[in-house]
């Protein structure tokens, strides 16, 4: 099946800093969605980009279909960011496939 | 608040048993979608029902079902639980199959 991997696996950020997701996939998708768990637990849908960028605010994502990756860019980095970023991919035959997620810790 | 409720929100009971979690989605959604999350296994899609109608199946167990009713409120069934069960589970709601998702608090299950 599809292999879905993130990186970093975990990250510190001085609030007010930007970062950078990485999320590679091994097969061709259908879809990919970004995922934001925060500390409580609580998940919230940010993205669902299958193909070119989207932006929401200080969040913005680039998936590249043909090169099997995508992209979170966090900008001005605030400590309500902290949790884990998962993304997710749809296959044909796999159907929604979850990376392992990125720890984030934004400190004041 | 997402809009989409869960119960209840813990669960503890012991192996061999059966459970059932309850999903009440967004007003006006028409899919929920049912997800694990354990330490061992991460996050998993278990399975998808819209408008009542099973839509995509993930890695559910044979021991596990669901159902999605005319009100669109969804029950997930565990049985023969065993320890392993143990995880959180996720219900998430969305007007069509391909949009935002919606989720629920979660529903923590431990298996003693």
């Known amino acids: ?108 | 608040d997402s809009g989409v409720t869960q119960t209840p929100k813990h669960l503890i009971t012991a192996t061999g048993q059966r459970v059932t979690l309850r999903c009440s989605p967004r007003s006006g959604d028409l899919s929920v979608y049912w997800y694990q999350q354990s330490l061992d296994q991460g996050l998993q899609f278990l399975i998808q029902y819209y408008n009542g109608e099973e839509r995509a199946k993930g890695n559910i167990l044979e021991r596990f079902s669901a159902q999605q009713f005319p009100d669109l409120h969804s029950e997930l069934n565990l049985s023969s639980l065993e320890l392993g069960d143990s995880a959180l589970y996720f219900c998430a709601s969305s007007v069509e199959g391909e949009e935002t998702q919606y989720f629920g608090p979660g529903t923590r299950l431990l298996v003693l």
């Open chain 1, 1 to 108: 099946g599809i292999q879905v991997e993130q990186s970093p696996p975990d990250l510190i950020l001085q609030e007010g800093a930007n970062s950078t997701l990485r999320c590679n996939f091994s097969d061709s998708v259908n879809n990919l969605q970004w995922f934001h768990q925060n500390p409580w637990g609580q998940l919230i849908n940010l993205f669902y980009i299958p193909s070119g960028t989207k932006q929401n605010g200080r969040l913005s994502a680039t998936t590249v279909a043909t090169e099997r990756y995508s992209l979170l860019y966090i900008s001005s980095s605030q400590t309500t960011d902290s949790g884990v970023y998962f993304c997710a991919v749809e296959t044909s035959y796999d159907k929604v496939i979850f990376g392992p997620g990125t720890s984030l810790s934004v400190i004041p």
